[in-house]
């Protein structure tokens, strides 16, 4: 039987590791956002010759339109694109006629535009949904591993139904940007302080979902790293996509977490007096492990192929997905359950 719990100063190093590198990441080269989040126009444009990236960009700043800071990024397909500036009608047909003179003739594949407004916004809700999941995911595991003895239900419908009715309503119902935020705060402020007081009261239920949640973080950390790394060397963007396949990805990988404490918890009930915490954790993640990644490699395996053999256009979702679930079935076994039972072990 292999020891994980023994190694697992280890592994919270290796992790500790990948996650500062990722933080780095983040903060020196920033995200690299889509037109979904900042706004612009996204035009994909195939040549009939073969061009180079200088040519094209100083075609485009010699344009009379004011195009801000073009960017240009070649694809595997042999097009090309450029991402300007908000682009009216006129303005991007004035862009294609300048560039076919100068150029040659091409195709248009695509041509997205997103006002900077709406970028913005899609923005702000894209951090209030994976943070809304995330209170989602701990309320949820609290209830589901509390202690039926001890521990009542009520209290965790009560909180999730007022923070979820709450949220459905700010988002849905209420069209002030500023008043959506300070319920967002609002709503982060009594998770935290519900959070504290389960904590200071020893409630076992409740570190499951906080155990959970770090793993989240730690995947989700290092997926965005990655993808930040990517975006500063070969342009990849965090688009709308990239958010979908974050929110995807808390439900995959809290889902082989869940598996393994739920083992943990029925291995307890049958624990014997010569038996350590230690040994229950150590068994439950030897039980589980090759269901876990039997079921994350058959996932794993189908997103390998989406990747090389899909249309370009959802290759950095996919890959995303692909990295996410590499990471989080590594986080459910290294990092979620030796975490759980260190700290059960210090009471």
């Known amino acids: 039987m292999f020891q994980f719990i023994r190694h697992s100063k280890?592994?919270?190093?290796?992790?500790?590791?990948a996650i500062g590198i990722s933080l780095l990441a983040i903060l020196i080269f920033g995200l690299n956002l889509g037109i979904d989040f900042t706004g612009?126009?996204?035009l994909e444009l195939k040549f009939e010759q073969t061009l180079d990236i200088p040519k094209i960009t100083e075609t485009l700043n010699s344009s009379e339109l004011d195009l801000g800071n073009p960017i240009i990024t070649p694809t595997d397909s042999g097009s090309y694109l450029i991402r300007v500036r908000f682009l009216e009608e006129e303005e991007r047909v004035q862009l294609t006629?300048?560039?076919?003179?100068?150029l040659g003739s091409f195709e248009t594949l695509r041509f997205t535009t997103m006002g900077p407004t709406l970028g913005k916004s899609l923005r702000e809700r894209a951090i209030r949904a994976i943070s809304y999941?995330?209170?989602?995911?701990?309320?949820?595991?609290a209830a589901v591993f509390r202690n039926t003895r001890r521990d009542s239900l009520t209290k965790y419908v009560s909180i999730g139904s007022l923070l979820g009715f709450t949220t459905i309503v700010a988002e849905t119902m209420v069209e002030n940007d500023f008043i959506r935020w300070m319920t967002f705060l609002g709503i982060l402020a009594v998770f935290f302080i519900f959070l504290a007081l389960e904590i200071r009261k020893k409630s076992a239920s409740l570190k499951y979902g906080v155990c959970a949640i770090v793993a989240l973080?730690?995947?989700?950390?290092?997926?965005?790293g990655v993808l930040v790394i990517l975006g500063k060397f070969l342009g990849v963007e965090i688009d709308s996509l990239t958010v979908t396949a974050l929110l995807a990805l808390l439900g995959f990988s809290v889902n082989d977490t869940i598996v393994v404490f739920d083992r943990l918890r029925e291995n307890r009930k049958f624990q014997t007096g010569s038996e350590t915490l230690v040994q229950v954790g150590d068994k439950s993640l030897n039980q589980t492990l090759a269901r876990s990644i039997n079921t994350s490699a058959t996932t794993i395996f189908v997103l390998a192929?989406?990747?090389?053999?899909?249309?370009?256009?959802?290759r950095w979702f996919v890959f995303a997905l692909l990295i996410g679930m590499t990471v989080g079935t590594y986080s459910?076994?290294?990092?979620?359950?030796?975490?759980?039972?260190?700290?059960?072990?210090?009471?």
């Not at 006629?97 to 100068?102: A, H, M, Q, T, Y």
């Not at 459910?332 to 009471?347: H, M, N």
Request: negative net charge.
């Open 305 to 314: 192929l989406l990747f090389f053999l899909g249309a370009d256009s959802i």
């Open 10 to 17: 280890t592994w919270f190093a290796a992790s500790g590791i």
């Open 217 to 224: 973080v730690h995947d989700v950390t290092i997926t965005l």
């Open 332 to 347: 459910s076994i290294f990092i979620a359950t030796p975490l759980l039972v260190r700290w059960e072990s210090k009471g």
């Open 97 to 102: 006629e300048k560039l076919g003179k100068e």
């Open 40 to 42: 612009g126009s996204l």
């Open 133 to 141: 999941a995330s209170i989602a995911i701990v309320l949820y595991l």
